[in-house]
């Protein structure tokens, strides 16, 4: 089903977005029965599991071998948010790149605050990496976060990078100190620069904001594996990514920036039913297949 963008949007703004405004004990179950209105496209199988203890979803598509060649690393400012709100959407992912999607589960904050969520998807992916060798990296927002500081972490322990990283509008900078974060206040149907405050607050506890472990894009960038990142241009954190990007190129680390005109936060996350999310997807799909050579 294909459906005009200012429909998404709007069904964004007035649904999805609640998860963020909303307490996190209210906005978890809300996001999770909201996610069971998205089906899983055909041809593609959901494993349940765990990793490091935690409970984790594989998604197969059919013909694929069941090793993983991704992990994803889901998003929801570190508060809300698991594998089952990204099932569909990495299902339509792992389908594009005929190959195996795993996504781990973390902690999540103000009841666990950093570094929580760093240590579990750190643990996480070295687990999996153990198994399977290195992967693509790959996560969006506050997964975005955790994924460059995966990368981080493992370079300065000198352990094997991942293969690659895709980052899908990452949440670099809890400093907040962006340009969109203001200029796209309004435009961005997911998140609210008011939201964004809360949840970068609650996360960081007592940690400074500007912790290059908070706020990667403040971090020694370089010695990172070929990196994609992906935003909307009306979403609060476009010029982050803009600015990652800058900064990645600027350290040596290979790097591609794709931005989508008139999309907002996590707009590829309609790949069943945007043609702009679902040709997001396919570009990502594209860029990653090599990696797997």
Not at 117 to 138: C, F, M, N, W
Not at 279 to 284: D, G, L, P
């Amino acid at each position: 089903m294909r459906l005009p963008r200012r429909v998404v949007w709007t069904a964004d703004r007035h649904l999805a977005s609640r998860s963020f405004t909303l307490p996190p004990r209210l906005g978890r179950p809300y996001i999770e029965a909201l996610s069971f209105l998205d089906p899983v496209p055909k041809g593609v199988d959901v494993r349940h599991g765990s990793v490091m203890g935690r409970k984790s979803r594989l998604i197969v598509p059919e013909g694929a071998p069941e090793a993983p060649r991704v992990v994803w690393v889901h998003g929801g400012g570190f508060a809300v948010n698991s594998p089952r709100v990204y099932t569909t959407f990495v299902a339509y992912l792992a389908r594009a790149l005929d190959t195996s999607v795993i996504m781990p589960t973390y902690r999540l904050a103000p009841e666990h605050p950093f570094p929580a969520a760093l240590e579990d998807s750190l643990a996480a992916y070295r687990e999996i990496a153990a198994k399977h060798g290195p992967l693509v990296l790959a996560g969006d927002s506050a997964g975005g976060n955790l994924a460059v500081n995966i990368a981080v972490a493992l370079r300065d322990a000198g352990e094997e990078p991942p293969a690659g990283m895709l980052l899908m509008s990452p949440w670099v900078d809890l400093t907040r100190s962006g340009e969109s974060v203001r200029a796209n206040d309004g435009k961005d149907a997911i998140l609210r620069a008011s939201d964004v405050a809360r949840k970068a607050s609650a996360y960081a506890a007592g940690a400074s904001v500007a912790d290059p472990r908070v706020s990667p894009l403040h971090a020694d960038l370089s010695g990172l594996p070929p990196t994609l990142i992906q935003c909307g241009s009306d979403e609060l954190f476009v010029s982050e990514g803009s600015d990652l990007a800058s900064r990645m190129d600027a350290a040596g680390t290979p790097v591609e920036l794709d931005v989508t005109d008139g999309m907002w936060h996590d707009f590829q996350m309609h790949a069943g039913m945007l043609p702009e999310a679902a040709a997001a997807v396919e570009r990502m799909a594209a860029w990653a297949k090599p990696l797997f050579d």
